[in-house]
């Protein structure tokens, strides 16, 4: 059964950081692309960052260029993203996503507010 668990997310401050973890199970990690998404209230969900499976190749949106960085680790099925200098543009729910498989975890909440 495949399961990816987002943990990491709450409430910060402008200005402030998170990272953010998403753990896989029940799939072969290591092979895989992955991704961010995230939805604010009343928009749709779009794209935010992705890692190839060996972690040589990342891509940011126009977004969070410079301030976000994606990582992985193959030995813990982990894909992280670390997340500086937020703002409350920020603030969505946030969800991690295979490409190749169609598979989405639950998300977590991120909230940027003073």
């Known amino acids: 059964q495949v399961q990816l668990v987002e943990s990491g997310g709450g409430l910060v401050q402008p200005g402030g950081s998170l990272r953010l973890s998403c753990t896989a199970s029940?799939?072969?990690?290591?092979?895989?692309?992955m991704s961010w998404y995230r939805q604010a209230p009343g928009k749709e969900r779009e794209f935010v960052a992705r890692i190839s499976d060996t972690g040589d190749v990342r891509n940011y949106s126009d977004a969070v260029r410079g301030r976000f960085t994606i990582s992985r680790d193959n030995a813990k099925n982990t894909v992280y993203l670390q997340m500086n200098s937020l703002k409350p543009d920020d603030t969505a729910m946030y969800y991690c996503?295979?490409?190749?498989?169609?598979?989405w975890g639950q998300g977590t909440q991120v909230t940027v507010s003073s």
């Open positions: 029940g799939f072969t990690f290591s092979i895989y692309t």
């Open positions: 996503y295979v490409p190749g498989r169609a598979y």
